[in-house]
C-alpha cells in the first residue's frame, strides 16, 4: 500500500506528522529532508500544532480560563508530583468546568507565573487559556509541555508543507530570517453559541533560535499568512507594470505603497518592507530584461 506522503490524496489529511512532512517535502523538492532538519526549516515559517502522542489517543487538551483554573488550583503542597507536572484531582472522577477542549494546539505554548507549569495559548479576545491533557478514564488533569515528546507530538498541514516547496524551488525568493508566523487553530468553546473559537499561540512564548540568536518569539513572529509571497516570472512582469502605473497616476512613492500593504494585510507574513524591496526589486528586473 502506498505511503499517504507519496499519494494525491494527502490532500485529504488534516494533519501529517514531522516525518511524514520530510517525506513529502521530499518528493515535492526532489532532495532528501529529515525530520529534524524539516522542523528546523519549518519553525516559525509554517503552522505548527501539537497533538497527543499514540498511547494517548483516547485523550483531549482541556483549557482553562483564568477564573476557572482559579477555582480548581491545587495548595501547594499538592501542586507537583517527583516529575513536576501539575496534577489536578477531583475525587469523584468528573472534569472540573472547563471552557475548551481541543484535539490539537498551535505551537508554541507560552507559560507564564500565574500557572506555573502550565502551558497556554490566547482565544480571540487575548486572554490567556491554561491547557491540561486529560485521558478518558483517567480522574486527573496533568499538565504537559509543548516539547514533551512522551505526551505529545508535532504536526503541520499538508497544504503548508506544500506553499513551503513553492518557496524553496523558486529561487526568486529567499525566506526574511527575521520575520514569522503565529500559528491558529480551533478550540471548541464549552459554553459558546457557535460551538467553536479561534485560539493562537500566546505573547508570552519561549525563547527560539532565529537568524543566529536566542529571542523572544513574540519579537520573531507576526501574526499572517504561513508563507512567504511565491512569484511567478510572468507575475513579476505584471507587479512592475503597476508599480510603474500606480506612480505614474498618483503621488505615491514605492516606500508608500510598501507601506500600503503592509497597513492593509495587517503585517501579515512576506509584506515586510524588506521582503517587498527584494520582491519589487526582481520585478524590475525582469521588466527591464523584457525591454531590452
Known amino acids: 500500500m502506498a505511503k499517504i506522503t507519496d499519494s494525491k490524496l494527502i490532500k485529504f489529511q488534516q494533519y501529517i506528522s514531522f516525518e511524514e512532512a520530510a517525506e513529502f517535502l521530499s518528493r515535492l523538492i526532489e532532495e532528501e529532508v529529515g525530520a529534524d532538519t524539516f522542523g528546523h526549516i519549518a519553525m516559525l515559517r509554517i503552522p505548527m500544532f501539537i497533538m497527543l502522542a499514540e498511547e494517548f489517543l483516547h485523550g483531549n487538551f482541556i483549557g482553562f480560563k483564568h477564573e476557572n483554573l482559579k477555582k480548581i488550583w491545587p495548595s501547594k503542597e499538592e501542586l507537583y ?116 473559537e479561534v485560539m493562537r499561540s500566546a505573547k508570552h512564548k519561549p525563547l527560539i533560535m532565529v537568524n543566529s540568536g536566542w529571542v523572544d518569539s513574540t519579537e520573531a513572529a507576526q501574526p499572517g499568512t504561513p508563507t512567504e509571497i511565491s512569484v511567478s516570472a510572468s507575475s513579476h512582469l505584471v507587479i512592475a507594470g503597476m508599480l510603474q502605473l500606480i506612480k505614474q497616476v498618483s503621488n505615491h512613492t514605492q516606500s508608500s505603497i510598501q507601506d500600503y500593504i503592509f497597513d492593509e494585510f495587517k503585517g501579515a507574513r512576506g509584506t515586510s518592507k524588506s521582503n517587498l524591496e527584494k520582491l519589487f526589486r526582481t520585478a524590475k528586473t525582469a521588466a527591464a530584461e523584457v525591454k531590452d
Open 81 to 196: 508530583d517527583d516529575s513536576q507536572f501539575v496534577r489536578i484531582r477531583k475525587s469523584d472522577g468528573s472534569i472540573p468546568d472547563f471552557d475548551y477542549w481541543s484535539m490539537s494546539l498551535p505551537v508554541p505554548l507560552g507559560f507564564d507565573s500565574t500557572y506555573p507549569g502550565v502551558g497556554l495559548t490566547e482565544n480571540s479576545s487575548g486572554e490567556p487559556v491554561y491547557w491540561f491533557v486529560w485521558i478518558e478514564g483517567d480522574d486527573e488533569l496533568v499538565s504537559f509541555s509543548w516539547s514533551d515528546r512522551e505526551k505529545v507530538q508535532f504536526s503541520v498541514r499538508p497544504e503548508d508543507v506544500y506553499n513551503l516547496a513553492l518557496m524553496i524551488n523558486d529561487e526568486s525568493i529567499w525566506p526574511d530570517q527575521s520575520e514569522g508566523c503565529v500559528s491558529e487553530g480551533e478550540a471548541y468553546a464549552r459554553l459558546s453559541h457557535d460551538g467553536k
